[in-house]
């Protein structure tokens, strides 16, 4: 069966620190990887999105990136960190391919920037 | 921007009743999911409704879509405490790509 795993759980930085976030998927091959963020009270946003190794699609300009590495692995990143990066962070991984199948989600981060 | 718009925004309900929930959306999709979250946890998916299907169930969840209207409505029948969550309706937009664009969701509280 297929598992999501993200961490940290939770994280507290300070403005202007760099920001690294992992998200890894077990059991499927050449998964669509997400990124997510979630203002409180609030839906999601769509911050990236992967369908291979190397290939990143960025949804909202911004002060993050992501990479993929690995197969499996998906990344989120921040040079400096700013207070509006607060949130929650979501990963999530759906069937390879171009049609918007079901997507299955991390625990997610709890990232406060003071 | 956002797709999908739910309605109400917070319902509270009695354990046994029935609580509906309401999604309209703006353009054309491929399909309609809906999705629950429980307070500072991930979502789960629950159901996909393809635009050629009119309605779906899954145990105590029925859902219904009608593309004349962009609109899509989650029914959850004699419902528990444990339906105590928040839920997100998500469209897949034709030509989207492999995206979702989520609601920003119905705040579910289920009084025992």
């Known amino acids: 069966s297929q598992t999501i795993h993200q961490w940290p759980a939770t994280l507290v930085q300070p403005v202007g620190s760099p920001l690294s976030l992992e998200c890894t998927v077990e059991?499927?091959?050449?998964?669509?990887l997400y990124w997510y963020r979630q203002a409180a009270g609030r839906g999601l946003q769509l911050l990236f999105y992967s369908v291979g190794i190397g290939q990143i699609s960025s949804e909202v300009p911004q002060n993050l990136s992501a990479s993929r590495p690995q197969d499996r692995q998906f990344i989120l990143s921040s040079k400096k960190l700013l207070l509006s990066d607060s949130g929650f962070y979501l990963c999530?991984?759906?069937?390879?391919?171009?049609?918007?199948?079901?997507?299955?989600f991390g625990p997610g981060t709890r990232l406060t920037v003071t | 921007s956002q797709q999908g718009e739910e309605d109400p925004q917070a319902l509270s309900i009695q354990e046994g009743e029935n609580a509906t929930m309401n999604c309209s959306y703006k353009t054309s999709i491929n399909n309609l999911q809906w999705y629950r979250q429980n307070s500072g946890r991930g979502l789960v998916h629950l159901i996909l409704?393809?635009?050629?299907?009119r309605e779906k169930h899954s145990g105590r969840l029925r859902v219904t879509l009608d593309t004349s209207k962009k609109s899509s409505s989650l029914l959850i029948t004699a419902s528990r405490a444990a339906d105590t969550a928040s839920y997100f309706c998500a469209t897949d937009d034709t030509g989207a790509n492999s995206k979702l664009t989520f609601g920003k969701g119905i705040t579910l509280s289920v009084r025992p």
């Open positions: 999530a991984w759906s069937l390879p391919g171009l049609a918007a199948y079901e997507q299955y």
């Open positions: 409704i393809r635009s050629n299907e």
């Open positions: 059991g499927t091959s050449n998964p669509n």
